[in-house]
């Protein structure tokens, strides 16, 4: 994940796995957020806080309000559509 706004998602989520006692080596666009990553609803949350925070927006309150995501590359679509990108 090169961009910005992968970059984000991917150390949003590798700080929520810290800080919940879990780890995880790499994070890529195919994986799936609960399968692959283990996050539940709280991690997706927190995660979202922490990319609030770096990217200054929450796509989630304004028109990605009924998206599905699945895995991080459906994060990473949403924000970047947010963005205008």
């Given at each position: 994940?090169?961009?910005?706004i992968e ?5 949003a ?5 810290r800080?919940?006692g ?5 994070v890529e666009?195919?994986?799936l957020?609960?399968?692959?990553l283990g996050l ?12 609030e925070?770096a ?16 895995t991080?590359?459906?994060l990473?679509?949403?924000y970047?559509?947010a963005a205008?990108?």
């Amino acid at each position: 994940m090169t961009d910005t706004i992968e970059a984000a998602v991917a150390s949003a989520i590798q700080t929520v796995l810290r800080d919940t006692g879990r780890g995880v080596t790499s994070v890529e666009e195919q994986m799936l957020l609960s399968a692959d990553l283990g996050l539940d609803s709280l991690d997706l949350a927190q995660t979202v806080v922490l990319l609030e925070r770096a990217l200054g927006q929450d796509p989630f309150r304004t028109a990605g309000g009924g998206r599905t995501v699945r895995t991080v590359g459906d994060l990473v679509a949403i924000y970047r559509q947010a963005a205008g990108l």
